[in-house]
């Protein structure tokens, strides 16, 4: 257990880290172009593209983050590795290469199915 909730903070850590250095980017507001340049429509998609990427990122970072730290209390209450709709066990293949995944392989198909 004490290896469990190292990954999972070390992934936590990890994640926070990516997360402070997204923030250092350079928006689309924050770009200064020179007077005499010239940016066309592809300029201004790519750049706004760009800038929506980075957005997607912090927004995916900080669902990843939550989701760790949710991992981590159910370490600590003892709940890890049930889930959390229909609190059967999680296969082991499935923590391992999802740590911090809260239902098993069935629950979480009928989430993304939307069925109840």
């Given at each position: 257990?004490k290896?469990?909730r190292?990954?999972l903070?070390?992934?936590r850590?990890?994640?926070?880290?990516?997360?402070?250095?997204?923030?250092?980017?350079?928006?689309?507001?924050?770009?200064?172009?020179?007077?005499?340049?010239?940016?066309?429509?592809?300029?201004?998609i790519?750049?706004s593209?760009?800038?929506?990427?980075?957005?997607?990122?912090?927004?995916?970072?900080?669902e990843?983050?939550?989701?760790?730290?949710?991992?981590?209390?159910?370490?600590?209450?003892?709940?890890?590795?049930?889930?959390?709709?229909?609190?059967?066990?999680?296969?082991?293949?499935?923590?391992?290469?999802?740590?911090?995944?809260?239902?098993?392989?069935?629950?979480?198909?009928?989430?993304e199915?939307g069925?109840?």
């Amino acid at each position: 257990m004490k290896e469990l909730r190292r990954r999972l903070e070390r992934e936590r850590q990890a994640a926070a880290a990516r997360l402070r250095q997204l923030g250092g980017q350079i928006t689309l507001e924050e770009v200064a172009t020179p007077a005499d340049s010239v940016w066309d429509e592809a300029d201004h998609i790519q750049a706004s593209e760009q800038r929506e990427m980075g957005l997607m990122s912090r927004e995916r970072l900080i669902e990843r983050i939550e989701r760790l730290t949710a991992a981590l209390k159910r370490v600590e209450d003892g709940t890890y590795g049930t889930c959390v709709e229909c609190d059967k066990s999680i296969g082991q293949a499935r923590l391992k290469a999802i740590p911090e995944v809260a239902t098993c392989v069935s629950c979480q198909e009928k989430i993304e199915r939307g069925v109840e």
